[in-house]
């Protein structure tokens, strides 16, 4: 697949500092995919500790999400989370620059044909998932078998944002920032395939309060948006990694009689999907992000 142009990397001095750890993790991409895989677990439990505010952060969201577990329950969920970051971090870094042949073998993908019975009749397709440790490497995964497009929230250092989306659009076929609807609509209705994951709040973007693991939750109304303007089909993706290092990959049939025109009800429909992808492997979800900081008083959770 070509890759699309970009524009000239910024080379400023400021962002020098920047380079150089691009510099880092292009090295430690190419390292032996066997000595990532052990080292991965090991700099999540560093990581547990040296970021003290995110772990408070995924400990709160593990205590409002799961209740009815006890400390030791949540504890030893919060650790084996950690260990799967960690390794997620690896896992990011040859999804961008290293090679895929060691992660692709023993690779399982099913539900494609719900995805080609979808296309059939020439409509798009969005893939709604949800932000798992794994998203990076497994979406490079699928990009092996289906030109995909993807929503994601660009970075604020530049020379970051440059590297990433050129290690992204080696092998997808077109990225579109979250404020970039009116492109992804057209990506849609040309039947392009599109990932998105609406499971984070946000500042920016059409948000309603919808239950989310019980609990009311600030979400963007996107899914809606771009299935009912784009035309397109709704498929839920769920992504793995399994304990013997191979990843599974499982695309969904077409959400029934999706869209309507209710925003709100849609919304409750994408969240209650993502909860049950979520709930299947809660240990690679990303729960440092603070999903329940804003309420529906208008008052700010304390994490």
């Known amino acids: 697949m070509a890759t699309p142009e970009l524009p000239p990397p910024p080379l400023s001095p400021r962002t020098w500092p920047t380079w150089l750890a691009i510099g880092l993790g292009w090295t430690v991409a190419r390292w032996p995919w066997w000595l990532q895989r052990r080292a991965g677990p090991v700099l999540g439990r560093a990581l547990m500790h040296l970021l003290g505010s995110r772990r408070r952060v995924a400990d709160t969201n593990l205590r409002i999400c799961f209740p009815e577990l006890d400390d030791a329950a949540r504890a030893h969920l919060l650790r084996r989370n950690f260990e799967s970051l960690g390794l997620g971090l690896f896992e990011f870094l040859r999804a961008w620059w290293g090679r895929l042949a060691p992660v692709d073998r023993g690779c399982e993908i099913s539900g494609l044909d719900h995805l080609e019975a979808a ?70 209705k040309q039947g392009g395939v599109l990932w998105f994951a609406p499971d984070q709040e946000t500042r920016r973007g059409e948000s309603v309060f919808v239950p989310f693991f019980g609990q009311p939750a600030w979400s963007l109304t996107s899914t809606h948006q771009l299935a009912r303007l784009g035309g397109a089909a709704v ?69």
């Open 119 to 188: 296309r059939a009749d020439g409509r798009g397709v969005i893939l709604v998932s949800a932000h798992f440790t794994t998203l990076e490497v497994c979406l490079r995964l699928l990009c092996q078998h289906i030109e995909l497009g993807a929503m994601y929230r660009p970075h604020e250092q530049a020379a970051l944002e440059w590297a990433v989306k050129r290690g992204r659009l080696r092998h997808a076929k077109a990225m579109f920032a979250r404020d970039e609807l009116r492109p992804a609509i057209r990506h849609l």
């Open 235 to 303: 498929l839920p993706l769920f992504h793995e990694r399994l304990d013997d290092g191979r990843y599974r990959l499982e695309i969904g049939a077409p959400l029934d009689g999706f869209p309507t025109r209710d925003a709100t009800a849609d919304t409750a429909r994408i969240m209650a999907t993502l909860e049950g992808l979520i709930r299947r492997r809660p240990d690679q979800y990303l729960w440092l992000h603070q999903r329940f900081k804003r309420q529906p008083d208008g008052s700010r959770r304390r994490y």
